[in-house]
């Protein structure tokens, strides 16, 4: 009787495991701003809405611009937070 319990149910806990929850997840960025008016630093954050935790980490990413013609840079730093 346990046995067939368990059988019947390891397939359902495994399909339960190999599906990642969505939910919202928060990324927040460090901000550096080098512009001819003066340097910034601050931080930025937002929520991405039910998202699975993969594709939140390919969302929040790091990234710098740079003006080639003022040589002005803004760069972004963020991390997922737990």
């Known amino acids: 009787m346990i046995i ?3 059988l019947y149910y390891t397939p359902i806990l495994f399909l339960l495991a ?3 929850c969505k ?3 928060t990324c927040e960025c ?3 701003e080098k512009l001819s008016t003066g340097n ?3 931080k930025v954050t937002y929520t991405m809405r ?3 935790k993969n594709t939140a980490k390919s969302s929040c990413f790091n990234y710098e ?3 080639v013609s003022t040589g002005e840079t803004i760069s972004y730093y963020c991390n997922l937070k737990k």
Do not use: F, N
């Open 50 to 52: 039910k998202v699975t």
């Open 65 to 67: 611009a740079r003006d």
């Open 23 to 25: 939910k919202d997840r």
């Open 30 to 32: 460090d901000v550096t």
């Open 18 to 20: 190999l599906t990642s």
């Open 40 to 42: 910034s630093q601050y």
């Open 4 to 6: 067939k319990r368990i």
